[in-house]
């Protein structure tokens, strides 16, 4: 039996499932205070995921793409989510936004590479 994944469901549906979780959707509607707001950093690393799965989008649905622009699209896509999976958020806004943008993701079936859970793990240990 095949994984159903972000990309099958973008190839063979034409669009993606929005999911969420109960945790995605408890964190989500928790009210940000002030003073807990992410770094500059982690914002950044999340725009860029959210622009590159967006073109990522825009390269499966686009009439007359190539399959190289597809492939193409998804690596960048990829590599965008693994930066933000990689992040190594030390300061409580930060931990909060990266949690719950994860949770999002993860939410609609798309952390579904084993690079993206040992980046996450990895950016939880003490590079001191």
């Known amino acids: 039996m095949s994984r159903i ?3 099958a ?9 929005i999911g969420s979780t109960f945790a995605a959707t408890a964190l989500a509607r928790e009210p940000r205070r002030r003073g807990r707001e992410p770094f500059n950093e982690l914002s950044a690393l999340i725009k860029a995921h959210k622009a590159a799965y967006a073109a990522f989008g825009t390269a499966v ?3 007359g ?3 190289r622009d597809h492939d193409r699209a998804s690596r960048a ?5 693994l930066a933000v999976c990689a992040y190594p958020a030390v300061s409580e806004s930060d931990r909060l936004a990266k ?3 994860l949770l999002e993701i993860e939410a609609r079936g798309e952390l579904d590479l084993a690079e993206h859970m040992q980046a996450l793990l990895r950016s939880t240990m003490w590079q001191g």
Do not use: D, K, M, Q
């Open 65 to 67: 793409g190539s399959r």
């Open 99 to 101: 949690a719950r943008y």
């Open 77 to 81: 896509e990829e590599r965008a989510l």
């Open 61 to 63: 649905h686009e009439t």
């Open 9 to 17: 469901l973008l190839f063979h549906s034409g669009s993606a499932v």
């Open 5 to 7: 994944n972000r990309r």
